[in-house]
C-alpha cells in the first residue's frame, strides 16, 4: 500500500498560505473524509508521480482537459516553441486566426468565435450575450450542472459545490438567483412548465448536452431536440456548455453525437491543450451584439494569449487524426467490460454511465439519469473506493459526482492493471 507521507506534511504547509490548502475546491478530499490531497511532482503520458515517489494511472485529466496525456510531446514542443517568440503580446496574431478557423472547420456552427481565458468565463459570457440579445433576463439551467463559477450559474450547480454540500453558494446576490431556474435534466415537462411560466422572460437556456458534472449522463432521446424546439418557439436562446463535451467523445461538438444545434456554444479544457483557454461562439447575427461591434462588453488582457492559442491548436492537430476516438471508445468500453464484472462477481451495488472515453461509477443500483439518482448514490462507499484505489495507484477525483477521463495516452495494459486494482479494492475496501 502507497505511504503519502509528504503529502501529509504539505497539507499544513499548504493551508498556511493557501486558503483551504488547495486553488480549486473540488481539489480537497472534504467530500471523501478529508485528509491530505495527493501533492504531484510529475505527470507524463497516462501517469502521476507523487512527492512521495509513488506512481499512479491517472484517470482525473486535470478533470478533463488532458485528453493527449500529460505532456504530451506535440503540445510541449508548441508552446515552447512559442514561449521563445514571446508569451504575451497584447495585439492580434495569426495563431489566433489560425485557431479560429480550425475550431470552425470542427464547429461549422460557430460562425465568430471570441477566445477568452476559463470555462467559467466564456459560459458567463454567453448569457450576456443571450441577454444583450433578447433583451431579456432570465435564464434556465438544469439542476446539477455545473457551469462555473461566475454568480448566476452558482444556483443548484453539481460538481465542485454538490461536493462540499453547497450546491446554491453563498456570496449570489437574491437578485441574481431569482434570474436563474433551475429544472431536472432529462424532464421536459417540468421544463415546458417553467417556460410557459415565465415565457417572454427567458433569455437562454444553459444546457450541458452531454453531462459531465454529476458524472457522465446522456440525455434520453428527444429530450435536446425538445429544448431546443420549445426554447425557440418561445424566443429564447439555447447555449450548448461544452467546457467539457467539446472534443471529448468526437473531434468537434457535442452535436455531432446528439444532433441537435444551439445557438451559442461556450468551450474550454480541451481546447487549451491543458492551459487557460476558454471560448464562445455561434450564430453571426447573435455574435454581433458583442464589443467592438455591439454593446454587450467582453473582454480580457489574457484573451487570447499565444500560449493557449499554440497548445490549443497542437491539441487539436493530434485529436484529429484518424482512429483517436475510436480507441478511446475502445478502451472505454474495455475498462467499462471490466468494471462491470468486477461489481457482479463481488455484488457491488453500483452502476456505470459511459460515453467513448469517459465513464463514472455510481454507487448505486438505480441508473442514473438525472441528479437526484447521482445524489442518492453512496458517498461514503464511494469514498471507500476513491481511498482504496489512490492506496494503490489508481488516480481519480475525490468526488462521486465526476468523471474518470481516459487519454491518448492509456493503454490496454494500464486499463488490465486499473481493473486488478479495483479488484483488490473491491474484495479487501468496501
Ligand atoms: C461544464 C462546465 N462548464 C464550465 C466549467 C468552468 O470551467 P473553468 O473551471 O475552466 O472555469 C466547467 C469546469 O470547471 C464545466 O465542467
Ligand atoms: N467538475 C469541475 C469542472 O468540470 C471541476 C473543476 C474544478 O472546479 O476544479
Redesign the pocket.
Known amino acids: 500500500m502507497y505511504k503519502h507521507t509528504k503529502s501529509q506534511q504539505l497539507k499544513a504547509q499548504s493551508e498556511a498560505v493557501i486558503l483551504g490548502g488547495v486553488n480549486?475546491p473540488s481539489r480537497s478530499y472534504k467530500a471523501v473524509g478529508g485528509g491530505a490531497p495527493l501533492v504531484m511532482e510529475r505527470a507524463e503520458g497516462a501517469y502521476f508521480y507523487d512527492v512521495d515517489g509513488n506512481k499512479y494511472i491517472d484517470y482525473l485529466a486535470a478533470?478533463?482537459p488532458i485528453i493527449t496525456g500529460h505532456a504530451h510531446p506535440r503540445i510541449h514542443e508548441a508552446i515552447t516553441e512559442q514561449s521563445s517568440k514571446g508569451i504575451l503580446y497584447g495585439t492580434g496574431t495569426t495563431l489566433e486566426i489560425d485557431f479560429a478557423k480550425k475550431l470552425k472547420a470542427a464547429i461549422p456552427s460557430l460562425d465568430r468565435v471570441r477566445f477568452v481565458n476559463?470555462?467559467?468565463?466564456?459560459?458567463m459570457t454567453t448569457i450576456r450575450v443571450a441577454r444583450a440579445y433578447t433583451g431579456r433576463n432570465k435564464i434556465i439551467k438544469f439542476e446539477g450542472?455545473?457551469?462555473?463559477?461566475s454568480d448566476l450559474v452558482l444556483v443548484a450547480a453539481g460538481?465542485?459545490p454538490s461536493q462540499l454540500g453547497t450546491p446554491d453558494s453563498a456570496g449570489v446576490p437574491t437578485g441574481v438567483a431569482e434570474d436563474v431556474i433551475t429544472v431536472p435534466f432529462n424532464n421536459i415537462d417540468d421544463f415546458k412548465t417553467a417556460i410557459e411560466h415565465f415565457g417572454d422572460e427567458i433569455a437562454g437556456v444553459l444546457v450541458?448536452p452531454i453531462v459531465?458534472?454529476f458524472g457522465i449522463v446522456e440525455a434520453e432521446d428527444g429530450f435536446l431536440q425538445a429544448v431546443n424546439d420549445i426554447a425557440h418557439d418561445n424566443g429564447s436562446l439555447v447555449i450548448y456548455?461544452?467546457?467539457?463535451?467539446a472534443f471529448r467523445f468526437s473531434y468537434g461538438s457535442a452535436t455531432n453525437l446528439v444532433g441537435v444545434t444551439p445557438d451559442l456554444i461556450?468551450m474550454?479544457?480541451i481546447i487549451g491543450g491543458g492551459t487557460?483557454i476558454?471560448a464562445y461562439g455561434g450564430r453571426l447575427d447573435i455574435m454581433e451584439k458583442v464589443a467592438p461591434l455591439g454593446a454587450a462588453y467582453q473582454a480580457g488582457t489574457m484573451a487570447g494569449n499565444p500560449l493557449s492559442m499554440a497548445a490549443g491548436i497542437a491539441c487539436l492537430e493530434v485529436l484529429e487524426k484518424p482512429g483517436v476516438y475510436e480507441e478511446l471508445d475502445r478502451l472505454g468500453e474495455k475498462l467499462e467490460e471490466g468494471l462491470l464484472h468486477l461489481i457482479e462477481k463481488y455484488q457491488v451495488k453500483a452502476t456505470i454511465n459511459r460515453l467513448v472515453g469517459a465513464l463514472t461509477i455510481y454507487f448505486t443500483d438505480e441508473k442514473v439519469k438525472n441528479y437526484k439518482q447521482a445524489e442518492n448514490s453512496d458517498g461514503e462507499v464511494f469514498a471507500k473506493f476513491f481511498r482504496g484505489l489512490i492506496s494503490r495507484g489508481i488516480n481519480i477525483a475525490p468526488s462521486k459526482y465526476e468523471a474518470w477521463f481516459l487519454t491518448t495516452e492509456h493503454t490496454d495494459k494500464d486499463i488490465e492493471d486499473t481493473l486488478q486494482i479495483v479488484e483488490e479494492v473491491f474484495k479487501n475496501d468496501l
Open positions: 480549486s478533470y478533463g476559463s470555462g467559467t468565463e466564456a459560459v450542472c455545473y457551469h462555473g463559477h460538481s465542485g450541458e459531465g458534472n456548455d461544452e467546457v467539457i463535451t461556450a474550454g479544457k487557460p476558454g
